[in-house]
C-alpha cells in the first residue's frame, strides 16, 4: 500500500444529484455537506492507517456548468449567471462549499498523519477553465448526447435512449452527457492535476 497511489473521490457528486433531483433547496443541501466530508475523511483516515501513504482526494465538479443542471436550474435572470464562464452561480456555490469544507478537514488529516501525502485535486479550478476556453471547447455548456432541449440534454430522452443524438466531435465538447465529463475535458484536468496548478502540491512533484 505504501507503494501504491490511493484516488479518493470524487465523492458527493452522486449524493448531491440525487439531493437536487428531489426537489431539495441548496440550503437544504448544504446541511448533507458535513456529513458527506466526514465520510470522505474517515476513507481516508482507514487508507492511512492500512498502510497508505499517497492519497489524492479530489474535490467537487463545478456543478453548475453542467448542462443537465444549467437545465433543471434555468432561469430568466441574467443575475444567477457567472458573466465569465455562463455557468450558474448558485451550484456552483455550492460546490465550493463542499470543496472549501473539504480542505479544512484535509488539514486536519495531514496534521494528524505528518508522514503521508494528501494531495487535494481542484476538479472545480480545473474544469472551470474549460469554459474560457472558446478555442477547444467552443460550446462549453452544450452536452454532446442527448436529447432535444437548450443545453441539448432532456430529462426525457438521455443519452443513449431511443431518439436521443451525439455531436460527432466529442473532443470539441466538456459535457458528454450532461452530467459526465467527455474524454477531452478529463484530459485537460488530468493534466492540470499532474502537472498543477490543480493540485495540491501537484502530484509529479511528489511521485
Ligand atoms: C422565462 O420567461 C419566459 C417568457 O416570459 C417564460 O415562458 C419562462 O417560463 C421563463 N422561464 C423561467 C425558467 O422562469
Ligand atoms: C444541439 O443539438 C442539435 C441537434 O442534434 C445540433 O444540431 C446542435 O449542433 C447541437 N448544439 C450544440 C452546441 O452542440
Not at 57 to 84: H, W
Not at 92 to 119: C, D, G, Q, W
Not at 136 to 156: E, I, K, M, R
Request: with cysteine.
Amino acid at each position: 500500500m505504501s507503494r501504491s497511489l490511493f484516488i479518493v473521490g470524487e465523492i458527493g457528486g452522486v449524493e448531491y444529484i440525487m439531493g437536487f433531483a428531489s426537489q431539495k433547496t441548496i440550503d437544504q443541501m448544504k446541511l448533507w455537506v458535513p456529513y458527506i466530508v466526514a465520510v470522505i475523511s474517515s476513507a481516508v483516515n482507514d487508507l492511512i492507517n492500512l498502510g497508505a501513504t499517497t492519497l489524492i482526494v479530489p474535490g467537487n465538479y463545478a456543478i453548475g456548468c453542467a448542462p443537465s443542471y444549467m437545465t433543471q436550474f434555468r432561469s430568466n435572470n441574467t443575475a444567477d449567471y457567472d458573466m465569465l464562464t455562463g455557468c450558474l452561480k448558485s451550484l456552483n456555490e455550492f460546490s465550493v462549499y463542499h470543496n472549501t469544507m473539504l480542505m479544512k478537514e484535509l488539514v486536519k488529516l495531514r496534521l494528524l498523519h505528518p508522514l503521508a501525502n494528501i494531495i487535494y485535486a481542484d476538479y472545480y479550478g480545473a474544469q472551470s477553465q474549460l469554459y474560457l476556453n472558446k478555442l477547444d471547447f467552443p460550446a462549453p455548456l452544450y452536452a454532446c448526447c442527448g436529447g432535444p432541449g437548450p443545453y441539448n440534454v432532456s430529462a426525457t430522452i438521455s443519452c443513449g435512449a431511443q431518439g436521443s443524438q451525439s455531436c460527432p466531435n466529442p473532443e470539441n465538447y466538456v459535457s458528454w452527457d450532461g452530467v459526465h465529463l467527455t474524454e477531452a475535458a478529463n484530459h485537460a484536468i488530468a493534466n492540470g492535476i499532474l502537472y498543477g496548478p490543480f493540485a495540491i502540491p501537484p502530484l509529479l512533484v511528489v511521485a
